[in-house]
């Protein structure tokens, strides 16, 4: 399960030419849970840049330590923690890339998982609104996952939802229907992603070199040879 992002360099402008970024895009080599994420929301017919908390905070939860970072897509309709979330208030986040770790005899490899191309993934993800006083409020997010596709999935049995820019007027559409939505959690197509070995110093998420994205090894890519 995705427990760390990439984010840096992104060309929001001009993935998103409308996109309003009053707020600047939170940037990180090494982007960990409980700490500020960027998202992209649909607000009053406009795609809007603003940070979030990554862990999902229902206002009944007690401890911030339980906060979800990640949502399985088979449990959105079921689970009532992220059942409203899912039916009204869909985001992405955008990132250049996110960190999976393959379990070895002795040890875990990190890997960096980006787009073939390089250019900017959009995640799917859920948010929630938590009123701290009557004017004042909290907003904060969790990361939708799907099974992993057959290249990957030597790397994790999930991955994060991705939403194809073609289809993210649907997914902010709070009057989506499900069948729509559910269509788009599905795992990524093998020729879209990409993944290398980085260096363990990523294990420490307070080590925010970008050194964290250099590869240590070839990419892991499906090859079209793949397909005969």
Known sequence: MTGRLHVQNLPLARLLPTLDTAEPLVESPNLAPRSPVSAI????????????????????????????????????????????????????????????????????????????????????????????????????????????????????????????????DAWLDPDTDLETLNSLLTPAPLELLGAFPVSKHVNNPAYQSSACAHPTGSMLRWAVSQEL
Not at 104 to 109: G, L, N
Not at 163 to 168: S, V
């Open 41 to 168: 929301r649909l607000e009053q017919g406009q795609y809007r840049l603003s940070s979030l908390f990554w862990g999902l905070t229902p206002p009944w939860l007690e401890v911030l330590d339980h906060a979800p970072h990640c949502a399985r897509a088979e449990t959105l309709e079921s689970r009532a923690m992220f059942r409203d979330a899912f039916n009204a208030r869909r985001c992405v986040i955008p990132v250049s890339g996110f960190y999976l770790w393959k379990t070895q005899p002795r040890s875990k490899q990190p890997y960096l998982v980006t787009q073939v191309s390089r250019a900017p993934l959009l995640l799917g993800a859920l948010w929630c609104r938590y009123h701290t006083t009557l004017t004042a409020f909290a907003d904060s997010a969790a990361l939708i996952t799907v099974p992993a596709n057959v290249l990957l999935s030597p790397l994790s049995d999930r991955l994060p939802a991705i939403i194809p820019r073609q289809a993210l």
